[in-house]
């Protein structure tokens, strides 16, 4: 659910998801944004260039409404979006750099970045520019609903159900759409020989055109995007 097509109903549902998302050795792939989550993270900038830092609205926020958003993001887990997003940086440095570096060389280098960005990374700041969001979006009425009810046993049993509701539904959503996509490769392969070789196997049998030796077990390549 997109965050503008009804914002009180996308936050019950997805605040939490990557607040709670377990953390993984490898970069996982983007997904489809949750409000909270960082389901896209934002495009990669061009080398050289320096990303954006969040607009401020520059509209004072009153105490007590701050203190009730911070109440609320920590009791969905939503502040512990900074730190997920650096464990999901670190990650893609990881995969970026095992590409370049030998693998006795590798765990000393992620140890030094790791260190060097725990240093530097400004953490807290995530939270804090999330603060004039949620104002911006939610009346202190709003907060005060939402906290209700993510204080609920409901609420709780969500906030720790959520991760792999969204994970699960995620992955049948991407199973379903990639049946599709090889469909209509497929269908395309005649004016656009070239993806005979990149396509998989169709019912066991060797993709059209793939040169298979006699005798040998068929290998497709496996279908695209995956790895």
Do not use: W
């Amino acid at each position: 659910m997109r965050f503008p097509v009804a914002v009180f109903i996308a936050l019950c549902i997805a605040a939490p998801a990557f607040a709670q998302a377990p953390t993984a050795t490898t970069t996982p792939k983007p997904a489809q944004h949750q409000p909270g989550t960082p389901g896209q993270v934002a495009p990669a900038h061009t080398p050289g260039q320096t990303a954006a830092a969040p607009a401020d609205s520059g509209e004072k926020i009153e105490p007590a409404k701050e203190a009730a958003i911070r109440h609320l993001m920590d009791i969905t887990q939503t502040a512990k979006l900074g730190d997920n997003i650096a464990t999901y940086l670190t990650g893609q440095v990881r995969d970026g750099v095992s590409h370049a570096l030998p693998p006795e060389n590798l765990s000393k280098f992620m140890d030094s970045f790791s260190q060097k960005f725990a240093a530097t990374s400004p953490g807290p700041t995530v939270t804090d520019a999330m603060i004039p969001i949620y104002a911006k979006a939610f009346s202190m009425e709003d907060i005060q609903g939402l906290t209700q009810f993510y204080e609920s046993p409901l609420g709780q049993r969500m906030v720790k159900a959520l991760p792999d509701v969204v994970q699960q539904s995620q992955a049948a959503g991407i199973q379903i759409e990639q049946a599709s996509a090889l469909k209509i490769l497929r269908s395309m392969a005649d004016d656009y020989p070239e993806l005979k070789q990149m396509l998989p196997a169709e019912n066991g049998q060797p993709a059209p055109g793939a040169d298979v030796a006699p005798g040998a077990t068929p290998n497709p390549a496996p279908a695209p995007g995956a790895k």
